[in-house]
């Protein structure tokens, strides 16, 4: 008996280890089609009020907001201003389901106005330029959720504005984006009240910067972020452009910046989320990746990727993240071909934990949001139709 188990013991002796199981990569799902839009020169973006998907954007050089519901079918459709040229940009759904839409109308026609300046760093549909230096009012529109236009409220500027960003409390909207004219090319942020008193506008930067996202802390002080190729309080510029994070008083007092720089090269903050989750651009040469980074609310980084792929980078909550994705992720089973939709969805800890990839040929993003009704939205334009895409549970 001995003899048998000291046998034994020697054979398990010889019995090579077996090799560490290769973690499975995770299978990209492809997003399935809910509804198309509109044509990619008119669909600014998209909110959700309840079942009702709500567009907006710019038709016949007018702003304009219409609903559809999950099937594609049109509920109402309201022209948001009676001006000559206008123009819808950003827009946010409050706690009741009003939508609350920002863009820019002209001042009074009895101002004069300087020759019209190019802005628009979204590439978001415009006007004629003819009418482009003509838009120099904030305005805010106030849509109930079966389409009455409830208020609007214009603040006149001195420069062209261009409005990118909203987010919205109960005690108002803080409103961000760009502004320019000959010798201004800066980001903005401004604060209406409830009942639609506006703010003094606060510029940041003066000559190349622009401010794309804003999100309301629970301290009620403001994360606006963008990016900048100049001196911002005090923060100089360390690369090429730097991604900026920039924190603003309730009272629209500047307390701090943080800058993302790459040597000789470009970094731009496309998004920002509640939970401080940042989306963003990489450029250095022809070398083009987007970053994803979720930050402490002291603007400490506690985790971050990059992937090979082309801005924006637009995140959602604390765990998505949409871009269109150019090469292989080791945690996914995926190697794109050519440029593609890409939905990434991150545990607590930062780790991959899923994704969804919309089809070949949109090639430009609009927007990401979560709906209670429909769960992730994916807003992506191919050549000729604006397509939104969720998420296939069959």
Known sequence: MKKLIVLAVIGLLFIQPNAQAVPKKITVNSLKLLTTIGLPSEVSGVVVSGKNIIVFGTQNSKAYAKALNSTGTELWKLQLDQSQASIATAAVVDSIGDVWITGA???????????????????????????????????????????????????????????????????????????????????FIVFMSSTGLFSKVLQIGSASTTIESVTRNSDKTFTLVGSSSETIAGKRLAGLTDGVIVKVTKSLKITSVVRSSVNKGKRIWNSTSP?????????VGNKSEVAVTKFSSRYVPSWTFRFAGTGPALTTGSTQLLFLSSGAIPALAWNPKVPTALLITFNSKGAISGADSAPVGQRLLIGSLDSKDFGPLVVTSSGDIVSIFVRNTR
């Open 275 to 283: 939970s401080l989750l940042l989306g963003g651009e990489v450029i």
């Open 105 to 187: 109308t002209p001042l009074p026609a009895t101002t004069t106005t300087a020759p019209p300046t190019a802005i628009n760093p979204d590439n978001a549909a415009m006007p004629p330029t003819s009418f482009i230096g003509d838009l120099k009012a904030l305005t805010v529109w106030k849509v109930s959720s079966t389409g009455v236009l409830v208020a609007t409220y214009t603040s006149p500027t001195s420069n062209v504005i261009f409005p990118t960003s909203i987010a919205l409390d109960d005690s108002g909207i803080a409103i961000v984006g760009s502004i320019a004219d000959e010798k201004i090319n800066a980001g």
